[in-house]
């Protein structure tokens, strides 16, 4: 017996990886949107026109969480293939996208900028697709499990950049205090 760990015991180290950075992944970016107020509560948001692909408020949701949970088994992966050569440049790649993509929501739904927004969601999809390729390079399953997000971030830049263009000034729109009658 040569080998230092069993197949068994190999993918129970990589399913606890899971279990703690997947959730960890989740909590984050549901705790920044929310911190952003992001989502179709946002007066701001209200607002503003929006593109005829805009989808439901609740399929952003939906679809982040999903995603979140790809690329947190995706990163899982990559964190649990101790040795593989491109590993730590993987890992660097990965937490400098998905800090950005937190950031997100703060730049478009709390600081109302919406054409900085859309740059930045380019900014982030070129380190997603790096990370995305370093991540084939180390495992062929994590890179698969971030294709949805790469799609995802290019159709958000759509929408933000329809939003941007349906909305002139939409930085400078100041929307009146909600009022409650007695």
Same mark, same amino acid.
């Given at each position: 017996?040569?080998?230092?760990?069993?197949k068994?015991?190999l993918?129970?180290?990589l399913?606890?990886?899971i279990?703690?950075?997947?959730?960890?992944?989740v909590l984050?970016?549901?705790?920044f949107?929310q911190?952003?107020?992001?989502?179709?509560e946002n007066?701001?948001?209200?607002?503003?026109?929006?593109p005829?692909?805009?989808?439901p408020?609740w399929a952003?949701?939906?679809?982040? *969480?999903? $995603?979140?949970?790809?690329?947190?088994?995706?990163?899982?992966?990559? !964190?649990?293939a101790? @040795? +593989?050569?491109?590993? /730590?440049?993987?890992?660097?790649f990965y937490?400098?996208?998905?800090a950005?993509?937190?950031?997100w929501?703060i730049?478009?739904?709390?600081?109302?900028?919406?054409?900085?927004?859309?740059?930045?969601?380019v900014v982030?999809?070129l380190?997603?697709l790096?990370?995305t390729?370093v991540?084939?390079?180390?495992r062929k399953?994590?890179?698969?499990?971030?294709?949805?997000?790469? *799609?995802? $971030?290019?159709?958000a830049?759509?929408?933000?950049?329809?939003i941007? !263009?349906l909305?002139? @000034? +939409?930085e400078?729109? /100041?929307?009146p205090?909600?009022?409650?009658?007695?």
């Amino acid at each position: 017996m040569n080998q230092i760990a069993s197949k068994g015991q190999l993918r129970m180290s990589l399913f606890r990886w899971i279990l703690v950075i997947v959730p960890i992944t989740v909590l984050l970016g549901f705790m920044f949107s929310q911190f952003a107020n992001s989502g179709e509560e946002n007066r701001w948001f209200q607002s503003l026109v929006k593109p005829a692909a805009q989808p439901p408020g609740w399929a952003f949701g939906a679809a982040w *969480a999903l $995603l979140y949970a790809m690329m947190g088994t995706a990163f899982a992966m990559v !964190l649990h293939a101790r @040795g +593989a050569p491109l590993r /730590v440049p993987a890992i660097i790649f990965y937490l400098v996208q998905y800090a950005l993509n937190l950031f997100w929501p703060i730049l478009f739904f709390g600081m109302h900028q919406v054409a900085a927004a859309f740059w930045f969601l380019v900014v982030i999809f070129l380190l997603a697709l790096a990370t995305t390729v370093v991540f084939g390079r180390i495992r062929k399953a994590a890179a698969w499990l971030m294709v949805p997000y790469l *799609a995802w $971030l290019c159709f958000a830049a759509v929408l933000n950049k329809q939003i941007d !263009l349906l909305n002139p @000034g +939409a930085e400078t729109l /100041v929307v009146p205090a909600a009022r409650s009658q007695i």
